[in-house]
Structure formats: C-alpha cells, structure tokens
C-alpha cells in the first residue's frame, strides 16, 4: 500500500513517462501544491478541533459557527405517526406527508411548487400558505383527532439566526430573494400568520437546516448516527454534542445532547492549515464572497470543477498542453463542471475516449493529443483526491470530537451529489479515516449511510421528536 504520509505517493503516479522535462516540472509542483499528506491531516484535524472549541464557547468571526439547533431529542427509529415537512430552497417549495411505520422505515408523499418571481419578490409567506392548503386538499389531509393543527418540520435553506427550535430570524435573503419587511424577523411567525389568514391547519414546530435533516433522517433508520453531512454542490455537517461543552449555550438545561450546525465551509478561512494553491486563489479572488468558505471552495461539487480548470489553463498558458489553445467555453468560469471530472477520472480507457469526448466535444477545445489527455486526467484525480482527502479529514476531527462514542457502533448519515457520483468517494473516505480514527473501529464499527432527501423527512422527524417530547 502507498505510503500516504510521503509527498512522493502524492506526485509521481502524476509524472508524464514520455513528456517533457518542463511539463513534468510543472506536474511536480502542482501535484506538491495539491498534496495532503497524513501529517497534513493530523494538523487540519488540531485545527478543527481548536475551532470546534472556540466555537462552542462564544461567536468568533475566526472560528467554526458552531450553531446550538435547539434539537435535543434523538430518534429511536419506533416512532409512529404521519407528520408534515416544508423544504423552502432557491428554486422550489416541496410539502411532503412522511409517514413513519414505527419499525425504522418511512413512506412518503410529495409535492413540488416553483417559487415564482412575485412570491420572491413580495407574496412569499401568502405563496407558502396557498401550496400547503392546495396539497392539505388534495392529500384529505386534516389534523388528529382532538387536535386542532397538523405538526409541521420546516427545512429553510437562508441563513437564520436561531432563538427556539421553532423560531429563528432571517439574517438575510440570498438566491436572488428580495422579500420586503422580512430580515430581522422570526419567519416560523411570518409563515404561521399566512397559514391563519389562509385558514390552513398547520402548526410549525421545528425549523431546521438542511444537514440536522440529513442526522435526523439517518437517525430514524440507524439509531447510532453521530454525524448528519452534505458533500455536494457545497457541504456542511451536523452532529450530536453533550451539553456541558456547548458553553455559550445561555438555556437553563444543561444535561443530555443538542445537535450542532458546524458550518464547516467556514473553517480556516485565513488558510493557516489548509493546502491552498494559487488556483484556490484565483477561484476565491473572483467569487462574490470573496475569502469565505475557503474550506468549501475546496471540497465541494460546485467547485472542483473551477480549481481544475484554473489548474489546466495555467498549463495551457504556457503552452504545455493543448499547444496552448483553448475554447470560447473553457474560457469561462463554471464551465468545466464537476461532473466532467468525475467522468475523467472514472476513463480507465487506453486512449482516454471518455476524457476525449469530454475535452472536444463538449468544451470544443481542438484535437488532443494522449498525453493532452493524460495531463487533463491527472490534473483533475490530483484535485478530486485532495477534495476526499479533506473531507476524511472533517468527518475524522468531528468523531475524534466525542471520543467516549468510538467504542460502540456509529453511522454516519451523507447526502450530496459528490457522496454519490464521485468515482470510489465512499471508499476513499473510509480508506482516509482508518489512518485517524483506527483500522479496528473503521472495520468494524463506522458505518456511512446514504441518507437521501434529509430535508423533507429529515424535517418531519425532528417535528415528531418535539411533538412526542411536548406531550410527555
């Protein structure tokens, strides 16, 4: 096996056997940029911890969010009963009925509504209202006997400030929202008056963001799930922490556990531990919100694909791939999309006619050469590895956070595009964090779990679990 502690694993499988000197030296010094040796990683994972701590303790623009979600009971899989789930996003508004069987399994219906441009811009919270009555109609869908509302998850994908598990206030619209009189205000209440000027029979009681989904849903069907992620167009994570270290937590109750939003895409935005290169560089300079996210900018699906077409144009730039032609489309920012890397790098092909098709038929750069092919391959395996690489080493400081955890089973619950598509992601992540975590545990007790869709059921089990805590 490779020895992933040397920088040479990290560079001579890259190394073109018949290219020239130049192009090699090139290759060298991209692939070293790119490097994430296991000491790399056992510094990322000091690092994370330190931030987790801070974070915890008080709000620091330099450390990990760290959001108490006000989520404090886990599910235990038995549960029954029929709960509602709202998932506002960018473009869509689904209303989902999650029915849970009580044995770890669900069923579920849904509906999706495109967000139009005046709900956007004006009649969101009337929009809201009218959907969930036109689906409560279509459905027959009326609340339990002797009571007078359906309880409702809310899954809001805009950044809030969180004061209850059923309240938060909008910080500020994104996704080219415009609402009026809407920012500084709880948006459970702004919904929750809709729904009664709609007459409609919902009460919400949970709102939450979309990776507490992703634990929850994992937790209704694997109970030992420690850990909610996302790896895909961005990434983010959520995961169970005792009370007793989330000290800037102002509540009276103190014992047990609450799930925390890390917020992970924030981590080292000052870039004192991570491997960044002058491609993240480029990436970062030209993003609207430039030096933030530089975790996420690094190892999710929305940019991959940008660091390795900043990486193949340096190449080309200096004439040591495609003869230092381009095209109109590879000159574009967010062209080379993720997806054609995961294609790339999955060509085992001899004459790499996956990588062919991708390079002259879709991006119309003009005729290849092998070697234009193989450098192109390599270019995006070396960034693709120091994406998973990374990620392993997120996922491993967030389970070396609960270490008492490790000597029992953990599930992990994932979801996001890279998770699924990206070629041995799974795989790899497990290889990675068997270095940290230990061969015994990995082997034998870490499970991850493809926990799809966390933002619908993800959002009715955590109003399940309030409404059985409420009426205990």
Request: charged share 20%.
């Amino acid at each position: 096996m490779a020895d992933t502690n040397d920088i040479k694993t990290f560079i001579e499988p890259y190394l073109i056997p018949d290219g020239c000197e130049e192009l090699n030296e090139n290759l060298r010094s991209m692939a070293a940029g790119f490097a994430v040796t296991d000491d790399k990683i056992r510094e990322i994972i000091v690092g994370f911890h330190e931030s987790m701590k801070t974070g915890l303790d008080h709000d620091d623009d330099n450390a990990l969010p760290m959001i108490p979600t006000f989520v404090r009971g886990r599910p235990t899989g038995k549960e029954k009963g029929t709960y509602l789930a709202l998932d506002l996003g960018g473009t869509n508004l689904r209303v989902c009925q999650v029915t849970l069987n009580g044995d770890t399994t669900y069923s579920l219906v849904q509906q999706k509504f495109t967000i139009t441009q005046e709900a956007k811009e004006s009649r969101l919270w009337d929009f809201i209202a009218e959907c969930v009555g036109v689906f409560l109609e279509e459905h027959n869908l009326k609340p339990a006997p002797g009571k007078r509302t359906i309880p409702c998850g809310y899954t809001f994908s805009f950044p809030i400030f969180q004061t209850s598990i059923s309240s938060g206030n909008l910080s500020m619209w994104n996704k080219s929202f415009t609402v009026p009189n809407s920012v500084g205000r709880d948006v459970v209440n702004l919904t929750q008056s809709a729904f009664q000027r709609h007459h409609v029979a919902v009460e919400v009681v949970a709102v939450l963001n979309d990776t507490v989904g992703t634990l929850m849903t994992s937790g209704y069907s694997n109970p030992d799930t420690q850990m909610g992620i996302i790896f895909g167009t961005g990434t983010n994570a959520a995961y169970w922490e005792n009370m007793e270290n989330i000290t800037k937590w102002k509540g009276e109750d103190r014992s047990g556990e609450m799930v925390v939003n890390l917020e992970w895409g924030a981590f080292d935005n000052a870039t004192h531990v991570l491997p960044y290169t002058m491609h993240d560089n480029k990436l970062n300079r030209k993003s609207p919100n430039h030096g933030l996210q530089v975790f996420e900018k690094m190892i999710s699906g929305l940019f991959l694909g940008e660091v390795a077409r900043n990486a193949i144009l340096s190449l080309v730039d200096q004439r040591l791939l495609f003869e230092g032609r381009s095209s109109e489309i590879m000159n574009k920012s967010y062209t080379f999309d993720t997806a054609y890397m995961s294609e790339i790098v999955a060509d085992d092909s001899s004459d790499l006619n996956v990588v062919k098709t991708v390079l002259e038929s879709t991006l119309d750069i003009p005729p290849t050469t092998l070697t234009d092919r193989l450098v192109v391959k390599n270019v995006c395996d070396m960034i693709g590895t120091r994406g998973v690489r990374l990620s392993a080493a997120a996922m491993s400081a967030v389970l070396l956070a609960r270490p008492e955890l490790l000597k029992s089973e953990v599930s992990v619950g994932i979801d996001g595009s890279m998770y699924q598509f990206y070629p041995n992601f799974e795989k790899d992540l497990y290889n990675v964090s068997r270095v940290f975590l230990g061969e015994e545990f990995v082997d034998n007790r870490l499970k991850l779990h493809l926990a799809k869709d966390g933002s619908g059921v993800g959002a009715a089990i955590v109003a399940m679990t309030v409404d059985r805590d409420r009426s205990h």
